[in-house]
């Protein structure tokens, strides 16, 4: 039997080689100041500089280190069963709008690599969604012609690649795979070969939407700019209140070496079993990295991450034996309430802020979409689709009210139950019982505590209350973080922030008050 390996690693970002980039010290100005550093702050720093503009990405770790580099890396615009349901929540051009965009974002990406010389392991794979169940097989018969009437090269059918039978699928030719990180790092050097600034481990603590805009630094760096854009995957300044139109979901990933005559030749993806998504990527010895995604759940709800990995390797060992894993991680995404992106210019961020957020796990796409969308903004030219992903769209938000309002119950749940729940005990019996490599959240002092105790016995104790809007965060034991469930801010044992819209840590307490 397989095991996993013990600690997570991204195959990504462990065979990418990025290159380094220092802090940034001292004041610095740009016509445009992007947050963050994976896909889609990349994507819109090269457009920009492209462009002429004097360009600096702030990025507050490693570039692509967050959701960029523990995605999959599909490039398609077949996004498991999207046409069917925009078709009939926003009407036919929508659907034809998004399928026409996402599929520009894929060409764009074959053109860019092209151009640039970037090695990035990109290969023509067919994207299918499948299921096993025939109760499936109407939903997806009705997806397959909602994908080809929004202009999609969509069949339905009942034959793939992969090594066990199928009710049925949507099959769209002529789609992508690649390896994320390589692209990237073509774009970082092409960036600075333009003459615009990367700075790593700079986070970006302030922002005044002036004219014009100024940003502080977690070092008290002020850095000024005409135009900024927010491309840190949940807007972690947010006037807007973008958050309530964003849920958040994490989906486990493990792979490993698989025979190259044993290639299903295509990009899969079910609903069906907590999620299962299969693909390959080209290894140096010539067999094949099988990569498989599943065991879908919301950060922070206290499921046991562990037991989901193990029926992942359960399922992958079912349908793969030949499989040897050698990787395992954890991918997060958001998702919009009314389905599509947000991109745009920023609500009530004033006239020169852009965001983009809320691209359902299909980042690679939508966020070199999301570069081309903001640089025609700012240049004042219009993409035909601007207006679909605009983040202040008011009648496609009243649709999708039932979800929002459904999001936001659950973030309220969370706020008050968890903390009636936590300051209800008032014992340490929890800590006392915690065995090695597991979390737990009690109330110390009238105060909630997140509490850890490490492989030798020690504890580790910080503030249970995320820094964000307040939620209680729960620990995550296969990754050994605090985790949110309002908003996806994760936290590493001792407080220190891994993911955002969280820009503080979470405060440190003392074990021995427990």
Not at 187 to 209: M, N, P
Not at 290 to 306: C, K, M, R
Not at 436 to 461: F, I, M, Q, Y
Not at 487 to 504: K, M, N, T
Request: proline content about 6%.
């Amino acid at each position: 039997m397989n095991r996993l390996p013990e600690t997570g690693r991204s195959y990504w970002m462990e065979t990418a080689a990025l290159p380094s980039f220092a802090p940034l010290s001292g004041g610095a100005e740009a016509d445009a100041a992007v947050m963050g550093g994976g896909i889609v702050g990349l994507s819109t720093a090269w457009e920009l500089a492209r462009a002429g503009l004097r360009v600096i990405v702030l990025e507050a770790d490693r570039l692509a280190g967050g959701v960029t580099g523990h995605t999959t890396g599909k490039l398609t615009a077949l996004h498991t069963a999207v046409y069917d349901t925009l078709r009939s929540e926003h009407g036919e051009d929508a659907a034809r709008q998004y399928a026409t965009s996402q599929s520009a974002a894929l060409r764009h990406v074959i053109e860019v690599a092209e151009e640039l010389g970037i090695d990035c392991e990109l290969e023509r794979r067919p994207a299918l969604t499948y299921c096993e169940q025939p109760e499936g097989v109407e939903a997806l018969r009705a997806e397959a012609v909602a994908a080809r009437s929004a202009g999609l090269n969509a069949s339905f059918v009942t034959g793939t690649g992969l090594p066990y039978p199928v009710a049925g699928a949507v099959r769209v030719e002529d789609q992508a795979q690649f390896h994320p990180l390589k692209y990237l790092r073509g774009l970082a050097d092409e960036i600075v070969a333009l003459g615009g600034r990367i700075h790593e481990g700079t986070r970006v603590t302030e922002l005044d939407e002036g004219n014009p805009c100024r940003l502080t630094t977690d070092s008290g760096a002020i850095v000024t700019a005409g135009h900024v854009v927010v491309a840190t995957h949940h807007p972690v300044f947010d006037h807007a209140l973008l958050a309530a139109r964003l849920t958040q979901h994490r989906d486990l990933v493990i792979a490993g070496p698989l025979p190259a005559h044993l290639d299903p030749q295509g990009m899969y993806i079910t609903e069906e079993g907590g999620k299962r998504s299969v693909r390959t990527s080209p290894l140096a010895d010539g067999s094949r990295l099988l990569i498989v995604t599943g065991e879908a759940f919301t950060p922070g709800e206290g499921e046991d991450t562990n037991a989901g990995y193990a029926r992942l390797r359960a399922w992958t060992e079912q349908h793969f034996p030949d499989v040897t894993l050698t990787h395992r991680w954890a991918a997060q995404d958001n998702s919009a309430t009314d389905t599509l992106p947000l991109i745009g210019a920023m609500p009530g961020g004033g006239e020169n802020v852009y965001v983009a957020a809320g691209f359902a796990g299909w980042g690679m796409t939508g966020g070199v979409l999301a570069g081309t969308v903001i640089a025609s903004l700012v240049s004042g030219e219009e993409e035909p689709w601007n207006g679909l992903y605009d983040p202040g769209r008011f009648g496609s938000a009243l649709r999708s009210a039932p979800t929002l309002l459904k999001a936001q119950w659950d973030a309220g749940k969370h706020f008050v139950k968890d903390r009636l729940d936590t300051l209800g005990d008032g014992t340490n019996g929890p800590v006392r019982n915690l065995p090695p490599g597991e979390g737990t959240v009690v109330g110390a002092g009238g105060k909630p505590c997140a509490v850890h105790r490490d492989d030798r016995g020690g504890l580790h104790s910080v503030s249970a209350v995320c820094t964000h809007l307040g939620c209680l965060v729960a620990f995550n034991n296969a990754e050994r973080t605090w985790e949110c469930p309002c908003h996806g801010s994760r936290f590493g044992i001792d407080g220190e922030i891994l993911q955002g819209p969280a820009l503080r840590p979470l405060e440190r307490r003392d074990p021995g008050e427990l």
